[in-house]
């Protein structure tokens, strides 16, 4: 106040000067504070860039930037990191914005070039190469890089006209040079893609449009051409992650909505068949798989895949005829499927056709030759066919491979009934009947027998004297090697229909 007063200052303006001053002081104090911050988190930001964290390194970067605002050098460091995540459409706005601040930031031109050029974008990318060869004409890359913006243009437009004239495979072959300079431009690769489904190769677009679906930000057009290319190929699951991306960016979205709808109901169904299936519950599988077709009628994929698991439900239902049936259609529609053919190889053994099953499964182990059940499954239909043509027990007694033991009894007393020898009056018919009869009494033996029962199916003759220990001869056919017959003249006994 006594200062005021010999300036002649009055109290109030007096007063204010004075608040005026501490501000200043106050702010010089706040300024070099932030000062000392900015430079700590670019120190710490240039120390984690270099020991690889770049997420805490970002941090401290968005720290600077902040801080001071003004700072070209700090934008360009953050691009930098941006650019070392692999984030070079973050990268772009820092470094147009180091640019704009430093006009003649070289550096900074030529790392945007680069990215334009890499991103399709020639026309801009030409700009910045220029820009820098204004102001530095013997600079090497950037006289590099504008020769190739230009060349990547013609390409562009080359691709373009071939693709309309229809020319598709030149077309790939034009686009692969432009995507070598531009791998970051998703229009190269969706044309690519358009070009493979044209050509049939569905597999070679998704390659295209997968990565497509992260180089713009709202890409649903290409999450919904890759998940319903997925979705023709049978690759349900795949299908649905896609889907879900497309509605992720917008769930109103008409087109990805309706898809998803349907690739939900599709995928549940074919989950939950296969569930049914390993918990062994067939025809409800069977059920399952018979929606599957209705709720997808217009893709081949899920009817041949819905055919050849019902065909495999069917064997395992033991199902003889309608298992052949589905299995043959099957097989019609997927003739290299070696699954089916197995399947079909099996149905053929519960109908007692070993020859065709022999068939199958010989055509199956050309499609998957390393295959253990194949292998397995040919050597047992084999042996099948070799008993078969000496004595098949299931033949005998007239019954199906699935017969349970009440069956086999029944059709065993009525045979015995039928065939015992003291029906028949001449030497020529008893001599038939007894062989007619020891089948007879062998085939309900083995049948009866859970042992010997699964070692036949497994295809090997459990009364063969080959197949016993110690081999040997003997009388073949009769159960114990006894042959009530063998004592000659009018033998007659009082058979027991156990």
Known sequence: MESCRRTGLNGVLCSLSLLCVVLDIQLDGVLAATHVEIEHHLEMGRKLLAAGQLAEALSHYHSAVEGDSKNYLTYYKRAAVFLAMGKSKSALPDLTKAIQLKPDFLAARLQRGNILLKQGITQEARQDFEAVLQRSPDHEEARDQLMKANQLEEMQEEAQGLYHQGDYSTTINVLEKVIEISPWDPESRELRADCYIRMGEPQKAIQDLTPATRLRNDNRAAFLKVSMLHYSLGEHHESLNHIRECLKLDQDDKECFSHYKQVKKLSKQLDSAEELIQVERYQEAIDKYESVMKTEPNVPFYTNLAKGRICFCLVKLK?????????????????????????????????????????????????????????????????????????????ILGVNRNANKQEIIKAYRKLAQQWHPDNFQSEAEKKEAEKKFIDIASAKEVLTDPEMRQKFDAGEDPLDPENQQGGGGGQQGWPFHFNPFESGGSFHFKFQYN
């Open 319 to 395: 199902l003889a005829l309608e298992a052949i049936d589905v299995c043959s259609e099957a097989h019609q529609r997927d003739p290299h499927n070696a699954n089916i053919l197995r399947d079909r190889a099996e149905a053929y053994i519960l109908n007692q056709d070993y020859e065709k099953a022999v068939e199958d499964y010989q055509e199956a182990r050309e499609f998957d030759s390393d295959s253990n059940d194949i292998r397995e499954g040919l050597e047992r239909a084999q042996k099948l066919l070799k008993i078969s043509r000496k004595r098949d027990y299931y033949k």
